[in-house]
């Protein structure tokens, strides 16, 4: 089971990385709790300049730009392997 | 006047508002900007200037670098917060980060070429500058105040900041040749607007159709009201095919490029074409002019689309395309209905009220210029044509710069935000000092525009910061006595 967590505070681009997101969970068939995170204190302890940001498993994978669909599979299956 | 006239009134001056905005001249500087804002966000990396805002970096680093951040990477408020909030807790603290917020709103592409097509260059530029130079002050004056509590934020490490990432060769001069084609398309030089060669279409019934123009869309040249020419319905209609085809090319970019996002594109380099084209109807067809504007916006064209196709990666072309997107879906509907209705409200106005207020450079009509602005809250941009309209009714331009740097600074909601990350004391002080830098900017920009000369102006800007350098200088050293002895005699 993966934690996903969307941080951002609801601007248009962390909104398109939750769809995508949720399209690559979708995709991949796996168990996993999609968190959007909105307040800017918790989304600075992640240490990220620029939202949106995405964090698998309390890892920050990516911040300030949309990965593609394709770039955020990858990242899930990667995490996946490594438990 | 019975009320349906009345309404009727309303309507065509919202109309005929909305029309002069989408003239030639504005889409040949709006459509470029929000693509230089669009390859801003996407192709600049954040560590090429966030890494000169780490803890460690001296003052006269930072608060340039803070400044530079404001101009470069803030187009969105996807940024900005979380940039702030950065810099404020984890990196160089809280001068610098109020510079970044003073500067960021006051001085975004969008708003900056936004100015000086319909206001003017001058207008544009300072509002530049004096941004600049009055952001690093207020800066530096929050720093000093706070100075106690500043020092005891967050004992993160350099390491957020430690980013050494370099733009790409390509992505440098994408954005040059963006910066040229709204160069080419938007001065005023006697070569660009030369028509070179003349081609007339005989098309039947033009004058008629100008004449059909003028009386749907009415207005008065005295009041620097513009009418609509064919050329202006030929772009309206390419602006709706725009805004339909990159809804079905560039809206899901993220799931691959389609045939709609090239047709988008390139209908968007085909307009700019045809809004740099001279076109003039009568009785005989329409001539067609050949300017300079058109061969410069035609060469930057081609080359922005041999870029595209052949030079830049997929990842870079799709985060610069949609960021692009991103910004007029956010932006021009909000544009469009505030042009709107700024010109019915015009109608309501009488210039008399306005230049009672606002007619001359005083303090007074300064502060009023920038309560206006904080107390009402516009969309991005909308602020220009309200600025605008108060300009053609009779203000003064020193009071319409204090409103003009006010209004995108400080509204309610960013006041809001600020104070939950910076604490509410600090927010509403930093409210006091942008309040009165405004209000001297419109006096300085004032003072020059009523014919003060440009030395004197420039020495008193000088003269004014120095002064207040210099006091920052001598408290700094003080407080250092003090905080030194304070630490002695503790140990």
């Known amino acids: ?83 | 006047m019975n009320v349906l006239e009345f309404l009727a009134k309303l309507f065509y001056g919202g109309l005929g508002n909305l029309a002069a905005y989408l003239a030639a001249h504005v889409l040949l500087c709006l459509l470029p900007a929000f693509y230089i804002a669009g390859a801003m966000t996407a192709l600049i990396p954040k560590g090429t200037v966030t890494r000169f805002l780490g803890r460690n970096t001296p003052r006269w680093i930072s608060y340039p670098a803070s400044a530079l951040a404001g101009f470069l990477l803030a187009v969105c408020s996807c940024t900005v917060i979380p940039l702030f909030a950065g810099i404020y807790k984890k990196g160089a603290g809280l001068g610098p980060a109020i510079t970044f917020l003073f500067v960021a709103p006051a001085i975004n592409i969008l708003a900056l070429v936004y100015t000086g097509g319909v206001i003017g260059m001058d207008l544009a530029i300072a509002r530049l500058v004096l941004s600049l130079a009055f952001g690093i002050s207020i800066g530096l004056i929050m720093a000093l105040i706070f100075r106690k509590a500043d020092i005891a934020h967050d004992k993160a490490t350099d390491a957020m900041f430690a980013g050494q990432s370099a733009m790409r060769r390509t992505a440098v001069v994408f954005l040059l040749v963006l910066v040229l084609l709204l160069v080419a398309g938007t001065f005023q030089f006697d070569f660009l607007k030369h028509a070179y060669a003349q081609v007339t279409l005989p098309l039947d019934g033009m004058d008629a159709f100008q004449q059909w123009l003028n009386k749907l869309v009415p207005f008065d040249p005295a009041r620097g009201e513009e009418g609509v020419t064919p050329q202006g319905v030929l772009l309206i209609i390419f602006l709706f095919l725009i805004g339909l085809t990159s809804w079905k090319g560039i809206n899901n970019i993220h799931n691959g490029f389609n045939a709609w996002t090239w047709i988008s594109t390139g209908l968007v380099g085909l307009t700019l074409l045809l809004a740099a084209l001279g076109m003039t109807p009568h009785a005989g067809g329409l001539t067609l002019g050949f300017t300079g504007k058109f061969f410069g916006v035609l060469i930057a064209v081609l080359v922005l689309g041999w870029l595209l196709a052949k030079k830049m990666t997929r990842d870079e072309t799709r985060d610069f395309l949609w960021e692009s997107w991103r910004f007029v879906k956010q932006i021009f509907p909000l544009l469009i209905a505030g042009v709107f209705i700024v010109g019915m409200i015009r109608v309501m106005i009488q210039p008399e009220w306005i230049q009672y207020i606002a007619g001359e450079n005083t303090f007074l009509a300064n502060l009023v210029g920038v309560v206006f602005g904080v107390f009402m809250y516009f969309p991005t941009l909308v602020e220009v044509p309200i600025a605008q309209m108060f300009l053609s009714l009779g203000m003064h331009r020193g009071p319409l710069l204090a409103y003009l740097i006010s209004d995108p600074e400080l509204s309610l909601q960013s006041i809001l935000i600020t104070a939950t990350i910076i604490g509410r004391l600090k927010a509403w002080v930093y409210v006091f000092w942008v309040a009165l830098f405004s209000i001297l900017a419109g006096l300085i920009y004032g003072a020059w525009v009523d014919g003060g000369s440009l030395g004197l102006v420039v020495l008193y800007l000088f003269l004014f910061l120095g002064t207040l350098a210099f006091v920052l200088w001598l408290v700094d050293r003080r407080n250092r006595h003090k905080v030194l002895a304070e630490t002695v005699s503790v140990d």
């Open chain 1, 1 to 83: 089971m993966l934690t996903i967590k969307i941080l951002g505070s609801g601007c248009p681009n962390c909104k398109k990385l939750e769809a995508l997101t949720r399209q690559a969970v979708e995709g991949l068939g796996v168990e996993a709790e999609v968190i959007k995170v909105t307040d800017y204190n918790d989304i600075m302890a992640y240490n990220i300049m620029s939202t949106p940001g995405l964090v698998i498993n309390e890892k920050l994978v990516s911040f300030g730009r949309i990965p593609s669909p394709a770039e955020i599979t990858t990242f899930l299956t990667d995490t996946l392997t490594a438990a």
